[in-house]
């Protein structure tokens, strides 16, 4: 059922509830039952409110259906409605109102599903790499369920900012360039003099190359670092080494087709006085003391969660890594993002407790669940039936260019979406390279192409399939593949919800499903024309509704195949 048509049910079922029991104010939930003979949507208010009225549940539920069968609001949308088990009340809805979708997507095309623009802002920051070497296929798991939550958040109505933080300070950028240096004088991995903690990539040889050759590199915000080529200039090293990766960083996201609004550096966080300034408000808070010649913040008593008091300051030193974090996401805050949401590793998960902590010491008014975190866990890569650890590239793990070069960008997007993302997952190579009904990404694509070719073999131009009566698509099929396209602007809202571009990947393999099921069943190109027509206004209109899904996780929706 449409949203519209879900509401309208609801509210026809609140009255008759209320001609009942006008004390009643239950909330009315509808599902789809999980056996499709048994109706369209089921509701369990009779059982919700029996007992505070003293009824039988079964009696209390056909005193309700007999209400709203003499509705003659309901007479449009409500075919039948009987009580099955204890007190549920299956209902079967009216042929016109299951039809109604096709007008619906006809009259909003690439909108359809899409929800009214309220201006609400969100900011998104995913991938937030290390510019220490390539991303690899954690940060290309990041890079899909944070442009697919984007593009959720979109068309939930939100505005959209997609960050990327860069953490361009700390012991990490340090062996960055001490491993460039080395390289440059000439030592490798296995010689006398090599960092204990160096990087053995074939990046660091490339980076070292240019470096002396005094090449110039460009990062994506416009930024142009010149290299001084001062093998001891370990400080010009390092800013050569950051912007050269940081641009290869970029052109991996490029080969991924994904942009970002904005990048923000984390040394500007100390540039600007940011990180001092909030410790000084931390401390200011009376949330902070001094032991053993550290700072220590008092996260447990801060209602966050976390279960002991963290190092602000260490005694040698220097902040621990979550005291920027926490000067960062004021700056959100202050930039009026009061929605957020991170999206890292579950490496990270002790790093919720501290930030949000952090937060709530500074008393701005701040939720205690901000910012809202996506933790996903790490993806293991199979080809041949062998797993994959290697890439020349980076030296020690398969690259996000690797996934791309291997299966192309629709495949390594779709299938890093299709499973939660606090599940592990195996990707599997050769599984996203056959063409076969059990690649979904292939199955879903050669829907969406089978349909594409069908209209163009049908010799019916657009205006007459649009115009085309639907009240004779009353097969079974028929009904099943509409239902499952009046789903789709409700997935959207609870993927949006839930974080959750995973229900929008299964709704399109559902979705393909029950087009192939139709397909098979009955046939479109009959000599009956208007039944033709008919029946390929039904495929235009699961075409569209593909595409539409396609788009929310970045996935092409071809023409052939």
Known sequence: MLPEQQHLLVSLLQDAVGTLLPEARPTILLERPKVAAHGDVATNVAMQVAKAAKRNPRELA????????????????????????PGF??????????????????????????????????????????????LHVGHARQAALGDAIC?????????????????????????????????????????????????????????????????AVRAADGEETIASGNVDD????????????RREQDRDLQAFDLTFDNFFLESSLYTSGRVEQTVSRLVASGHT????????????????????????????????????????????????????????????????????????????????DYPAYVLHKMVKVMRG???????????SYVTMRDLIDWVGRDAVRYFLIQRRADTEFVFDVDLALSQSDENPVYYIQYAHARICSMVGQSGEGEQDIADAGIERLTAPTE??????????????????????????????????????????????????????????????????VLANGLALLGVNAPQRM
């Open 479 to 544: 009904f099943a593949l509409m239902q499952r396209l009046a789903e789709f602007p409700n997935v959207i809202q609870l993927a949006a919800q839930e974080l959750a571009p995973h229900h929008v990947a299964f709704w399109l393999r559902d979705c393909a499903a029950d087009f192939h099921a139709w397909y098979n069943a009955e046939r479109v190109l009959v000599d009956d024309i208007a039944l033709k027509r008919a029946r390929l206004r039904l495929a235009s209109a699961t075409r569209q």
């Open 151 to 215: 593009r959720l958040y979109d068309a939930a109505g939100h505005d959209v900012m997609r960050e990327f933080y860069y953490n361009d300070a700390g012991n990490q950028i340090h062996n960055l360039a001490i491993s460039v240096q080395a390289r440059a004088k000439g030592i490798g991995p296995d010689a006398e003099g090599w960092p204990e903690d160096g990087y053995k990539g074939e990046y660091i040889v490339d980076i070292a190359r240019d470096f002396m050759a005094g090449a």
């Open 89 to 134: 009340i299956n209902i079967r809805i009216t042929a016109a109102a299951r039809q109604a979708v096709l007008a619906a997507i006809a009259q909003q095309g690439d909108a359809f599903g899409r929800a009214a623009r309220h201006g609400e802002k969100v900011l998104v920051e995913f991938v937030s790499a290390n510019p220490t070497g390539p």
């Open 234 to 245: 370990l400080d010009a090293i390092r800013r050569f080494a950051v912007a050269y990766l």
């Open 62 to 85: 056909q005193a309700i259906v007999d209400a709203l069968s003499a509705d003659p609001r309901a007479r449009d949308i409500v075919d039948a409605a009987e009580i099955a088990g």
């Open 385 to 395: 039936g062998e797993e994959v650890k290697i890439s020349k590239r980076a030296g």
């Open 289 to 368: 003391y001094e032991q053993d010649g550290a700072l220590w913040l008092r996260t447990t008593e801060l209602g966050t969660g976390d279960d002991k008091d963290r190092v602000m300051r260490k005694r040698e030193g220097g902040y621990t890594y979550f005291v920027p974090d926490v000067a960062y996401h004021v700056n959100k805050w202050e930039r009026g993002y009061h929605r957020a949401v991170n999206i890292q590793g579950s490496d990270h998960h002790g790093t919720v407790a501290r930030v949000r902590a952090g937060l709530q010491a500074l008393d701005l008014g701040i939720p205690k």
